[in-house]
């Protein structure tokens, strides 16, 4: 098992830039990567970006590319998400997601890619 919690959400105005965690326990001894999904009101959960700890190559949305970066710590095993010029479409629930082990299968660019999920923080940009 695997538990992930995400913090550092919250208000912000337009142009923002806040920071997201993800602090992850359990068994990640064997995870390969690591991701954020969003999901805003009346809209399903989309891909955000993802890192791999295999080699800490990173991969972000057209929508978020320039202005988030994704970064962590493995070792520690801690997630974040630099958000910059937030923008009032990017208010959303912020969901870390983790692939916990090598053997799970499923593209990183989407939901079945990931077999653990935090409870999400919201983050609300106003303009």
């Known amino acids: 098992q695997v538990q992930l919690a995400e913090s550092g959400g919250g208000s912000v105005q337009t142009g923002g830039s806040p920071r997201l965690s993800c602090a992850a326990s359990?068994?990640?001894?064997?995870?390969?990567?690591m991701g954020w999904f969003r999901q805003a009101p009346g809209k399903e959960r989309e891909f955000v970006a993802f890192i791999s700890w295999i080699g800490g190559s990173t991969y972000y949305a057209d929508s978020v590319k320039g202005r988030f970066t994704v970064s962590g710590d493995n070792a520690k095993n801690t997630l974040y998400l630099q958000m910059n010029s937030l923008k009032p479409e990017d208010t959303a629930v912020y969901y870390c997601?983790?692939?916990?082990?090598?053997?799970?299968?499923?593209?990183?660019?989407?939901?079945?890619?990931?077999?653990?999920w935090g409870q999400g923080a919201q983050v609300t940009v106003s303009s």
């Open positions: 997601a983790i692939r916990s082990s090598q053997y799970y299968s499923g593209s990183l660019w989407g939901q079945s890619g990931y077999d653990y």
């Open positions: 359990g068994r990640t001894f064997s995870s390969t990567a």
